[in-house]
């Protein structure tokens, strides 16, 4: 297991406002082909409608990646198949979720939710296609574009980070303990130099480390 860093960079947006399509963050780094990934975040909600977290585009897949959460579930899509996973938890409290998807490999797909194995499925839709655009807060229809009103994110996000494997149990733990601890070598996050805020998304102030 890599050496873990113990001075994580931390970020945390606020997106006040559901109902509009100006609020998001677009992530400035670029994404490599994926084989395997794992993607964190801690995430905060404020009410239990359509809460898009996560929207990758490959240009011509516009839901590539794709995380939301709706009433008690949380739908994972990837290349255009989505997966319903139960997420039965209260809003207003935040929440460590990890997804690693192996989906071009072994086909399994783990989430953890505050560094438990919260659900293991099988799915296989392939290597997500590097190269597209990368959007927190609202659902690409289009690359970099196509958002709908009622499919933005009204809710919380905190050191949201991807890595290009599957990361062990023992380190999403210790992420979820430790806001200041994660893996090495992250392949994008959400630290303030890597996105683009547009609209009404907010900074707030993190504890450094
Ligand atoms: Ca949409």
Not at 52 to 60: A, H, T
Not at 102 to 131: D, M, R
């Amino acid at each position: 297991m890599a050496k873990p860093l113990t001075n994580c960079p931390q970020s945390t947006y606020h997106f006040p406002s559901g109902d509009q399509t100006r609020s998001y963050l677009r992530v400035k780094t670029p994404v490599p082909d994926l084989k395997q990934f794992t993607s964190c975040l801690w995430m905060k909600r404020y009410s239990k409608n359509i809460d898009p977290w996560i929207s990758y585009s490959d240009g011509r897949i516009h839901n590539a990646i794709m995380v939301f959460t709706q009433g008690d579930e949380l739908i994972l899509w990837i290349n255009d198949k989505s997966i319903h996973i139960p997420f039965p938890f209260p809003t207003s409290t935040d929440y460590h979720v990890c997804i690693a998807s192996a989906s071009s490999t072994t086909g399994k797909h783990y989430v953890f939710v505050n560094g438990e194995l919260h659900q293991l499925i099988n799915h296989a839709p392939g290597i997500v296609k590097g190269g597209g655009v990368f959007i927190i807060g609202q659902d690409q229809d289009d690359i970099g574009g196509g958002f709908q009103a009622t499919q933005s994110l009204q809710g919380r996000v905190s050191n949201l980070a991807i890595w290009d494997r599957l990361l062990d149990l023992s380190e999403i733990v210790q992420m979820y303990q430790n806001r200041c601890i994660c893996p090495p070598a992250s392949i994008l996050s959400s630290e303030i130099n890597n996105v683009n805020i547009n609209g009404g998304v907010s900074t707030q102030m993190t504890r450094e480390c």
